[in-house]
């Protein structure tokens, strides 16, 4: 049976980071405060602080959210050499960056380090249980006859990361004046051409 508070708590958080969303179309991000958001959203005041202690926790809160949605993408992404996939699979994360207005604007906006920064401590989680699934082991869990191809395994995992997230980074900064297509090509080639090798 569904808890109505519940289901009332859960419908005004998404109607609070919704309308902060359409808020950020219309302002800076820095410029948005509690007013502006309880207005869009259509709540009171307290609703807002119900949820949140400030403009930077739901803020917070929004990253963490977006964070979460790209580790799910990429949790689906097979390593494998086959192109269709990997195209397949760059150019879900292109459009998802370039369809999330929070992920759009943060990016181009002083926050940019603060979502980057979660997003690199998610990947490498995400290294990790790859990792870990691949080959049986912890990393750091004392000497294992694996332990140095499972460590060039992780980072190269990471290389890829870091470099989709750098890509991606810069195609936000320059206004997505590419289409999403080719640069899914780019990540596909890069990652085909140099990390598929030792990842095989």
């Known amino acids: 049976?569904?808890?109505?508070?519940?289901?009332?708590?859960?419908?005004?958080?998404?109607?609070?980071?919704?309308?902060?969303v359409l808020v950020m179309e219309e302002k800076e991000l820095e410029k948005i405060t509690v007013s502006d958001v309880i207005k869009k959203a259509g709540i009171v005041r307290s609703t807002f602080y119900n949820h949140y202690e400030n403009i930077d926790y739901l803020?917070?809160?929004?990253?963490?959210?977006?964070?979460?949605?790209?580790?799910?993408?990429?949790?689906?992404?097979?390593?494998?050499?086959?192109?269709d996939i990997?195209?397949?699979?760059?150019?879900?994360?292109?459009?998802?960056?370039?369809?999330?207005?929070?992920?759009?604007?943060?990016?181009?906006?002083s926050r940019a380090n603060s979502i980057l920064k979660k997003s690199t401590i998610m990947f490498h989680s995400y290294v990790r249980q790859v990792t870990s699934k691949r080959y049986g082991l912890e990393l750091n869990t004392g000497f294992n006859a694996d332990k140095k191809e499972a460590d060039d395994f992780s980072y190269m995992i990471?290389?890829?990361?870091?470099?989709?997230?750098?890509?991606?980074?810069?195609?936000?900064?320059?206004?997505?004046?590419?289409?999403?297509?080719?640069?899914?090509?780019?990540?596909?080639?890069?990652?085909?051409?140099?990390?598929?090798?030792?990842?095989?």
């Not at 803020?59 to 192109?83: H, P, Y």
């Open 1 to 20: 049976m569904i808890n109505v508070e519940d289901e009332r708590y859960h419908v005004a958080e998404v109607a609070i980071q919704d309308a902060f």
């Open 59 to 83: 803020i917070a809160a929004i990253e963490d959210k977006t964070v979460n949605e790209i580790f799910s993408i990429m949790a689906t992404f097979n390593l494998k050499s086959d192109r």
């Open 86 to 109: 990997c195209k397949s699979y760059f150019l879900t994360i292109c459009n998802y960056t370039k369809n999330n207005p929070f992920l759009r604007k943060s990016l181009r906006s």
């Open 158 to 200: 990471a290389s890829v990361i870091g470099c989709t997230l750098g890509v991606l980074h810069k195609w936000t900064e320059d206004g997505f004046d590419v289409p999403a297509e080719e640069i899914a090509e780019i990540l596909t080639v890069t990652y085909l051409n140099g990390a598929i090798g030792i990842l095989k």
